[in-house]
């Protein structure tokens, strides 16, 4: 059973969601959607948006599980093991970021943050500790849902990846991708979902020009909304794990302009 802070009473019109009892302060909400393999944690403080975006996602795609404080959050991202999470960063007690840091030291579920216009650097250093991607307030609910699914429908087709004895190898780098493990230099290294994703994509194409375009394509879908500053911070990510100095990266290099393109040998690309 999901458990959230608030104290306000539920819309008793709404068909997805019915009140449980209220003890200490604390009112437990259940949803009764029928498709429990696709539950979405929303961590999000404040009611009014919240229960929006609840109904929204319910009536739409999924299950959701609301946490409206940064601590229950990380309690119920280990409870409620969901495919996906929305998280706002503004957030009582612990922060959205910190939430973000703390779940991804122990999973690799995708992390959807939301985030005011003016906060940037917020932005960044959610995709740095590891999220997937962000929206940006305001926005519209059929944006949000749209970008739900997308990463709903990646979760799923994770879940159910085929058993494969392939291993990619590039540079220092080798990918095993019926064990999901990565290893640099002959030392594993722990990758996100998304950043396994986009660097298996690297090494199945080394040396070819891979555009911005291309990639956002294959790792969020033709209905990707965002720019392309998400992928920008993933492939920092990357160098960060797989480059000696990844401030003048020899491997995963940028083509100004066009994109990236992954070097076996750093002497390719003269």
Avoid at 22 to 43: E, K, P, Y
Avoid at 148 to 176: C, K, S
Avoid at 185 to 214: H, I, N, S, Y
Avoid at 231 to 247: A, F, N, S, T
Wanted: charged fraction near 30%.
């Amino acid at each position: 059973m999901a458990v959230t802070t608030w104290t306000y009473s539920l819309h008793r019109s709404d068909p997805h969601i019915r009140a449980g009892h209220r003890h200490t302060g604390v009112m437990a909400i259940v949803s009764t959607h029928s498709d429990a393999g696709s539950s979405v944690l929303l961590v999000e403080d404040e009611p009014s948006l919240a229960e929006s975006i609840k109904y929204s996602l319910e009536r739409e795609c999924c299950r959701v599980v609301v946490a409206g404080d940064g601590e229950l959050a990380v309690q119920l991202s280990q409870d409620e093991r969901p495919a996906v999470i929305v998280l706002d960063l503004m957030l009582p007690k612990l922060s959205g970021l910190d939430v973000c840091r703390l779940i991804r030291q122990e999973s690799n579920v995708p992390i959807l943050i939301l985030t005011a216009k003016d906060t940037e650097a917020d932005k960044v250093a959610g995709l740095e500790l590891g999220a997937d991607d962000y929206v940006t307030k305001p926005f519209s609910m059929r944006e949000l849902v749209s970008r739900v699914r997308a990463q709903l429908r990646r979760a799923a087709m994770t879940g159910e990846t085929p058993v494969l004895t392939e291993i990619l190898r590039g540079g220092p780098v080798e990918l095993d991708l019926d064990r999901h493990e990565a290893t640099v230099r002959g030392e594993p290294v722990k990758l996100t979902p998304r950043e396994f994703g986009l660097l298996a994509l690297f090494l199945e194409r080394k040396g070819r020009l891979l555009t911005r375009d291309l990639l956002i394509s294959e790792l969020w879908g033709h209905d990707y909304f965002g720019d392309t500053k998400t992928l920008d911070v993933h492939v920092k990510r990357l160098r960060q794990k797989i480059e000696l100095d990844p401030r003048q990266p020899s491997h995963l290099v940028t083509v100004r302009g066009l994109g990236y393109r992954f070097l076996d040998d750093p002497r390719d690309a003269a």
